[in-house]
């Protein structure tokens, strides 16, 4: 018998899928647009290597497929009205102006945007550390983690025993690979700097934080460099981060499901747009177009087609509509027209600590 959150799915996929997978039993097809065979096996879809080599085309076509399938998950929890059971604090600055997507040569970039209320919003991403890079892609889910962690405990040191902790809450596979990927990850973020400039009808605040301030980890997470201990915290393993910074979060963060921001995969823009769609249309408060250029200062470009941000987009407003259908958002020839949503995300619920509608 077929789970519910697969029924569901099959209206919201049937433009991304041509076949779908029996629970138990692999499939395997070529796609349309690639060379390379995509196997589905119960209900995970995986692109294979064609002659070695990896096709891009068809790995985002697996994404997106599997993508499909979690927001059914998601619609259905939104439903049943156990979306909301936990909560998540983004740093505000880092949904609007969103770190790269993929590696990037450069160890300077600043992105803007506008806000509702008309004020803008400027944030430059530094690498400092001499020969890392700055973090891209999925480094951001780790970045957030620990930001989240320093804010439900309300205090700058973030404890962090080892990178088990980290994989095991993200649902990552053991092993040393994950575990290699993860001390990567955290070394790109070690060494970011952030600056935010808000600009607002009268002034201009603008701040820079280095995100870590100090560190004292275990060998699988900062590798085999010596670290000096953190006295005021004992021998306890964790994170401090910049107080500055923890401090503006703290003022400037974004709340959505927990369960949203953790189960939602599939390409990063996609996620980034999803995640800033969701904000804008809480947040909004009038109706408003964002002009085609804006959203290019705003987000990544990842490749050379110009027409590559609005495909994204497309997608994420597909995946928020889906989990969301009242929120209000969708194409314009000029730009993207967005409003307030007609109603909100979950309802309050006193009984689960749910203090502002979503």
């Avoid at 290597?49 to 979690?70: C, P, Q």
């Avoid at 973090?135 to 620990?146: E, I, Q």
């Avoid at 979060?249 to 999803?274: A, C, F, S, Y």
């Amino acid at each position: 018998m077929e789970r519910l959150s697969t029924i569901a799915s099959k209206t919201f996929a049937d433009d991304l899928r041509k076949e779908t997978a029996e629970q138990d039993q692999p499939i395997s097809r070529k796609d349309s647009k690639t060379s390379a065979e995509i196997v589905i096996r119960k209900g995970t879809a995986k692109a294979l290597k064609k002659d070695g080599l990896r096709d891009y085309g068809a790995e985002r076509d697996a994404a997106w497929w599997n993508t499909s399938g979690r927001v059914a998950d998601l619609a259905v929890a939104r439903r049943d009205q156990t979306l909301g059971d936990e909560y998540i604090k983004l740093a505000q600055a880092m949904i609007l102006c969103t770190l790269p997507h993929s590696p990037t040569k450069e160890t300077k970039i600043t992105r803007r945007a506008r806000l509702g209320d008309g004020s803008t919003l400027a944030v430059t991403f530094s690498a400092t550390a001499d020969g890392i890079g700055l973090p891209y892609g999925a480094d951001r889910k780790l970045l957030f983690w620990l930001l989240d962690r320093a804010i439900r405990n309300d205090s700058p040191f973030v404890p962090w025993s080892s990178a088990a902790e980290f994989g095991r809450e993200m649902g990552l596979e053991k092993g040393g690979r994950t575990n290699k990927q993860i001390k990567e990850r955290f070394s790109r973020i070690a060494g970011l700097v952030i600056s935010i400039s808000r600009k607002g009808t009268e002034a201009t605040a603008l701040d820079t934080f280095p995100v870590i301030a100090r560190a004292y980890l275990p060998n699988s997470i900062a590798g085999d460099a010596e670290q000096a201990s953190l006295p005021e915290m004992g021998d306890r393993f964790g994170v401090l981060l910049h107080a500055p910074l923890f401090a503006d979060i703290k003022k400037h963060n974004i709340v959505m499901p927990r369960r949203l921001w953790l189960e939602l995969k599939g390409p990063t823009p996609v996620q980034d747009l999803v995640f800033w769609l969701y904000y804008r249309c809480y947040a909004a408060m009038s109706e408003t177009i964002i002009p085609w250029e804006a959203l290019g200062d705003q987000f990544p470009q990842t490749d050379s087609n110009p027409y590559r941000l609005r495909q994204y987009l497309r997608k994420a407003i597909k995946v928020l509509k889906v989990l969301w259908p009242e929120a209000q958002v969708r194409e314009d020839p000029k730009g993207l027209w967005v409003a307030k949503a007609s109603a909100g995300m979950l309802e309050d619920d006193a009984t689960r600590n749910r203090i502002r509608k979503l």
